[in-house]
């Protein structure tokens, strides 16, 4: 095959050598490759032997929308067909050529993809799964993808936060040492049964709110839709240590109270992914880095200790997330300062019925700082648990701030966010 020279992705005309090849015996192996290298007009020679191809040529190119141009015998015997590549055959977009990513330590990193092959500012739905920087055939079906803009979707960094994510994955059985667990007081074995009942609930919503958006988005900006995959990963593995842990040593699972169904049933009912965005991994996974923190202090025993530590850097992944997704889009849309208190207000508007924290879990995080039931204990873990109240709120305030709001509005979105933390 004569190719086009390297550095360019298509060709006015090339030539292939079919031998005695038939058309359906392997010559279009040869064939359509070559055409591919054409801009829309060019021409492909394709030197034969077959004689078939004089009829078989020909019919292939009217059905492939391709003209065929003419046959000529040569001095030595073979015949020379020319083929003229159609307009309504070219695919959509450039053919990458000369694209080589950095080897780094052995790991070549989505990064580098990125920075490669960058995101377009919109996406067409007729591209389908086509990855980003695919030729796209003409004629192909409209896709149901709805987040089509980069600016809505895609912060710069979230593919190094993908590279992070995959490099940051622990197995529960082996990285947890289960067997430090030892058997509690039966009012601490219930308190912390019941606090790892809410983590599991709580965690579940976190589960299920990104899997509603992963669908919508375009695979131009597939980067984002592999850190939800890795973030659903994360609380998947969430789920099951926090369930292990409250059965482990017969504290079973606890209560799921009214007002924990209620923050959650509101996360799940959000159909913006911006404010979903904001609403669970920024306000609520944040809270939760302070809770998680917390159980981390006062853990019983050591597997208790570590499956939170490893929980929480999990999760202040997807907070990053969330304050990168949040100020990018803030950053290109200034009325949707507006928009995201609003739909805060608006949460805060269907719990107001709710009460505080869950009285449950309340006394269950007491108890937990407590370790004991003797009074004085009591008092320290009932301290320790308001105290995490207003660590949870400045750090609430700090991360809205980081987010690009006002002290004032930060300040107000903390205040309104759900007593049921996330």
């Not at 070559?34 to 032997?49: C, F, K, P, R, Y």
């Not at 996974?285 to 850097?313: C, S």
């Not at 009074?375 to 980081?402: C, S, W, Y």
Request: glycine share 8%.
């Amino acid at each position: 095959m004569t190719a086009p020279s390297p550095g360019s992705e298509t060709a006015s005309a090339v030539a292939v050598d079919g031998g005695d090849l038939p058309l359906g015996g392997g010559l279009l192996a040869l064939v359509r490759p070559a055409l591919d290298l054409l801009e829309a007009g060019g021409v492909l020679a394709v030197i034969s032997t077959a004689s078939s191809l004089e009829e078989d040529l020909p019919s292939w190119c009217r059905a492939e929308r391709h003209a065929y141009l003419s046959r000529e015998g040569l001095p030595d015997g073979r015949t020379r067909h020319l083929l003229e590549r159609g307009r309504l055959s070219v695919a959509a977009g450039e053919r990458e050529y000369g694209i080589e990513l950095p080897n780094r330590g052995g790991r070549v990193l989505s990064a580098d993809m990125l920075a490669a092959v960058p995101m377009p500012e919109r996406a067409g739905s007729s591209t389908g799964f086509a990855p980003r920087g695919a030729q796209v055939e003409p004629g192909g079906p409209q896709y149901p993808f709805s987040l089509l803009e980069r600016d809505r979707v895609a912060p710069p960094d979230v593919a190094q936060l993908y590279d992070q994510a995959v490099a940051s994955q622990w197995d529960a059985q082996r990285d947890v040492p289960w067997d430090t667990i030892r058997p509690l007081a039966p009012v601490l074995e219930r308190a912390l049964g019941q606090i790892m009942t809410f983590l599991a609930e709580n965690e579940l919503s976190a589960l299920y709110v990104p899997a509603r958006f992963l669908p919508r988005i375009h695979p131009y900006y597939a980067e984002v839709a592999m850190f939800l995959a890795s973030q659903l990963a994360d609380e998947a593995r969430h789920i099951d240590v926090f369930l292990k842990r409250a059965r482990a040593a017969g504290g079973g699972v606890g209560v799921s109270s009214v007002t924990t169904a209620q923050s959650l049933l509101s996360l799940l009912e959000l159909e913006d992914f911006t404010e979903a965005a904001f609403l669970l991994s920024v306000l609520g996974e944040g809270t939760f880095l302070d809770l998680l923190r917390y159980i981390e202090r006062y853990a019983p025993d050591e597997a208790t200790a570590e499956l939170t530590r490893r929980a929480r850097l999990d999760e202040a992944r997807h907070v990053h997330f969330g304050l990168a997704h949040t100020r990018h889009a803030l950053g290109h849309d200034a009325g949707l300062y507006q928009r995201l208190e609003a739909a805060v207000r608006r949460r805060a508007a269907t719990l107001h019925t709710a009460g505080g924290v869950p009285a449950h879990l309340q006394d269950s995080l007491t108890m937990l700082a407590a370790g004991s039931a003797e009074p004085k204990a009591v008092a320290r873990g009932h301290e320790a648990f308001r105290e995490l109240l207003d660590t949870m709120h400045e750090q609430r305030i700090k991360r809205v701030l980081n987010a690009g709001f006002t002290q004032e509005q930060a300040e107000t979105i903390s205040g309104l966010h759900t007593p049921n933390f996330m």
